[in-house]
């Protein structure tokens, strides 16, 4: 099976068996997961893997445009529709006839659109804006969100017919800090990609480098470890990356629960004030009478502190 989706984890293995499930058949596909997670990734692999590959695929933001714009894109319209509309053109759903389109931020979609998208699901047809000819396509529909769907269904911001529509089957990516298994694969292909890219060759992270990306609790994913690691790459004067060549903010603990993939909840005064103590006797080189200086207490106060 081709992909170039990388990982090995429990959570990335069932996704990429899900995907090659689904490829195969025109089952409408809904792919969730937090930004960076790889959603756009996954539905190119499912149009890669399916006997639509090579045909056309077109991807819309459904988020980025006015639903004025993203309608007339999405079913084009006739000439004189509106103002500005000085020729007849054809949207999305024409243009990916035979293929597939990938609905991007699906979540954002205007109520309005969300009903005109609702009828083509159903009826694969439609009329462009302004004309009164039906057209009928053959498009597979992929689409995406970052959202919790059920809970704009709640706040009354998503239609729940058009819900089911789209979510024949959920393909939802877990974040990278609930498959940290899976970092350190990344990173080296990442820095493989960017070794070359650069023309950096043999350039590689430390030990202690990576240990600094483990601890790292990676809200914006596999995107964010990317650029943390071209970032590196780019800026590395040496031969072996180090934690310092990562900004500031890889590089300071996480004390928030959701923060970390370990801590699940807020870590009580005595336990933060240990895990300070214990850094900053790291930091001296394990010299207890040089921490206790630094922390600004007695070396017997620094004994009890670490327990
Ligand atoms: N499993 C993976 N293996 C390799 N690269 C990955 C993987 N997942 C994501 N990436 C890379 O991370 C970046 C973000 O992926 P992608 O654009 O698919 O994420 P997304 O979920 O669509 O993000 P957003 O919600 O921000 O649109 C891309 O550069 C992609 O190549
Ligand atoms: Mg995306």
Not at 153 to 163: A, P, S, T
Not at 171 to 195: G, T, W, Y
Not at 218 to 236: C, D, H, M, T, Y
């Amino acid at each position: 099976m081709k992909t170039n989706i990388i990982g090995s984890s429990a959570a990335i293995t069932s996704v990429l068996s899900l995907v090659s499930k689904v490829a195969s058949n025109d089952v409408t596909v809904l792919i969730t997961g937090e930004s960076g997670t790889g959603k756009e990734m996954v539905a190119e692999t499912i149009l890669q893997q399916s006997p639509r590959k090579g045909r056309p695929f077109l991807k819309m933001n459904c988020a980025a445009i006015p639903s004025e714009l993203l309608e007339s894109q999405m079913f084009g319209h006739e000439r004189g529709a509106f103002t500005g509309a000085v020729s007849r053109q054809e949207g999305c759903f024409e243009r990916a006839d035979t293929g597939a389109l990938f609905l991007d931020e699906i979540g954002d979609m205007a109520m309005m659109t969300q009903t005109k998208l609702l009828r083509v699901l159903q009826e694969q047809e439609f009329e462009r804006i302004g004309g009164n000819e039906t057209i009928h396509v053959d498009v597979r529909i992929m689409a995406a969100t970052n959202k919790n769907l059920l809970e704009e269904i709640k706040r009354g911001r998503f239609r729940e017919d058009l819900y089911y529509r789209l979510n024949v089957v959920e393909i939802h990516i877990p974040p990278l800090r609930e498959r940290m298994d899976d970092l350190p694969e990344l990173v080296e292909n990442f820095v493989r990609e960017f070794n070359v890219k650069y023309n950096k060759p043999g350039l590689a992270l430390s030990a202690q480098a990576l240990q600094t990306l483990l601890n790292y609790a990676w809200p914006g994913n596999i995107r964010e470890l990317r650029n943390v690691i071209e970032r590196s790459i780019v800026l590395s004067r040496s031969m072996l990356i180090e934690p310092d060549d990562f900004p500031e903010k890889i590089r300071q603990p996480s004390i928030m629960p959701g923060e970390n993939n370990d801590s699940e909840r807020i870590l009580t005064l005595d336990e933060m004030e240990c895990m300070y103590v214990k850094k900053v006797l790291e930091y001296a080189g394990g010299n207890k009478l040089k921490a206790a200086r630094l922390l600004n207490i007695d070396p017997k106060t620094l004994r009890t502190k670490l327990g």
